[in-house]
């Protein structure tokens, strides 16, 4: 079984600004990691994933996150925020072998002009 | 490409009412789910398909039902409609011979039982 735990509910940071969406995980098997965004009034698109190899996983849109195994945690980064990265996002653990995803609660990204 | 399509887009419900919501995918997936998002608490499965003529309960399934007659559609029927039914509901799909295979979602259905 999975757990994930997204530690803002609601971060605002300035246009052109950097942003951190923090992640922590626990799991008790191997475990994939994902991070989806919401635009307000749509569905989830993934981000980025997780599945192994370099800890340093690149998605779209310029977003990247870290797998910190040690830490049990996946944050997600990105340098230099823009009005149309507002929405929610939503970081998501996999246990290998099942087919079931684990979301956190999300964290909405406000980016203000 | 469309994707995963789901309608209707909006509905309110009286209570006791029934519905059918529609979800259609053209990815050829295996797998798919259905999901409820409720402000503030993520998604919670309801139901899932590894493939037609195999459904199971997700996390949530009580009120609800599904079907899933072939490899494209997978609707969720609500029999009898409560207000604690009131959410969004996502329907998504994957291909699911590996493990590091990402769903896909759709637009959503806003459900609202008064």
């Known amino acids: 079984a999975q757990s994930v735990t997204q530690l803002d509910s609601q971060v605002p940071v300035f246009e052109e600004a950097p942003v951190e969406l923090r992640c922590n995980y626990s799991s008790s098997v191997s475990v994939y990691l994902f991070w989806y965004v919401q635009y307000p009034n749509q569905g989830l698109q993934l981000l980025l994933k997780y599945l192994s190899g370099s800890t340093l996983v690149k998605g779209i849109n310029g977003f990247e996150a870290e797998f910190n195994k040690s830490q049990t945690s996946f944050h997600l980064r990105k340098p230099s925020v823009h009005i149309s990265d507002t929405a929610e996002y939503f970081c998501?653990?996999?246990?290998?072998?099942?087919?079931?995803?684990?979301f956190g609660k999300g964290t909405k990204l406000s980016v203000i002009p | 490409n469309a994707g995963v399509t789901q309608t209707p887009k909006f509905r309110i419900l009286k209570i006791g009412q029934s519905m059918t919501l529609q979800c259609a995918q053209d990815?050829?997936?295996?797998?798919m789910y259905w999901y409820r998002q409720d402000p503030g608490m993520g998604l919670k499965l309801i139901y899932y398909?590894?493939?037609?003529?195999?459904?199971d309960k997700g996390e949530v399934p009580n009120g609800y039902n599904v079907s899933r007659s072939t490899t494209e559609d997978f609707p969720l029927r609500l029999e009898l409609a409560a207000p604690s039914q009131t959410s969004v509901y996502f329907c998504?799909?994957?291909?699911?011979?590996?493990?590091?295979?990402?769903?896909?979602f759709g637009d959503g259905t806003r459900l609202s039982i008064l």
């Open positions: 990815m050829n997936h295996n797998y």
């Open positions: 998504a799909s994957s291909y699911q011979d590996r493990d590091n295979q990402p769903q896909h």
């Open positions: 398909s590894v493939g037609a003529g195999i459904t």
């Open positions: 998501v653990a996999k246990g290998a072998g099942s087919y079931q995803l684990t």
